[in-house]
């Protein structure tokens, strides 16, 4: 959600503000690393439960409701700590729909301070571990640093891929290369 449309443009400046002070906050505690792997566990359990996704998401939940129902969500995925008080006070502040973007922001940061390039790779079907790897040493060979590789599957694209990477975008897909020799045949014809 917070990526792209309309939503995703509104909270991006509430979702950065808090990004960046959980990541001032996790730096001073020398908890950055622990601070992205819980949020990551979040964003994991946001994607795979619709009910959490919809307590998220949704105004229609009293603060009250979205702090004890997100206290009892961390305690039971074990997330504690900094993430745990800073998705709670989230939750108490009526922001929990943008915490998404929030996890975004602060993963941005994480890449920057580490001076690691941000990949998104988007292939026809979910790619094996070892293609996954071979990815992120190609992309690496490119960028000339470590390469933070998220993979998005669109079976669409019916093979090849497309990669962006920073503000460079290559796409390699099958679907392009026909749709160019369509055009190209529209043309001639």
Do not use: H
């Not at 026809?124 to 790897?133: G, H, N, Y």
Request: aromatic share 4%; net charge positive.
């Amino acid at each position: 959600m917070a990526e792209g449309g309309s939503q995703g443009t509104l909270v991006s400046g509430v979702a950065q503000r808090y990004a960046t002070a959980l990541f001032e906050l996790a730096e001073e505690s020398g908890a950055v690393d622990a601070v992205a792997a819980a949020l990551d566990s979040f964003d994991g359990l946001i994607k795979e439960s619709p009910d959490l996704a919809r307590l998220v998401g949704s105004p229609a939940f009293t603060a009250e409701e979205q702090v004890g129902a997100i206290k009892a969500v961390l305690a039971k995925a074990g997330i504690s700590g900094i993430a745990a008080n800073f998705i709670g006070l989230v939750a108490s502040k009526r922001r929990l729909f943008a915490l998404p973007g929030m996890i975004v922001g602060y993963k941005k940061l994480v890449a920057e301070a580490k001076g690691i390039v941000s990949a998104e790779v988007t292939l026809a079907e979910q790619p094996t571990a070892k293609r996954v790897d071979e990815i992120r040493a190609a992309l690496k060979s490119v960028a000339g640093k470590d390469v933070d590789v998220s993979i998005k599957v669109d079976p669409a694209l019916i093979g090849g891929l497309v990669v962006k990477m920073g503000s460079r975008m290559v796409d390699a897909s099958l679907k392009t290369k026909l749709n160019s020799i369509r055009l190209a045949m529209k043309e001639v014809g």
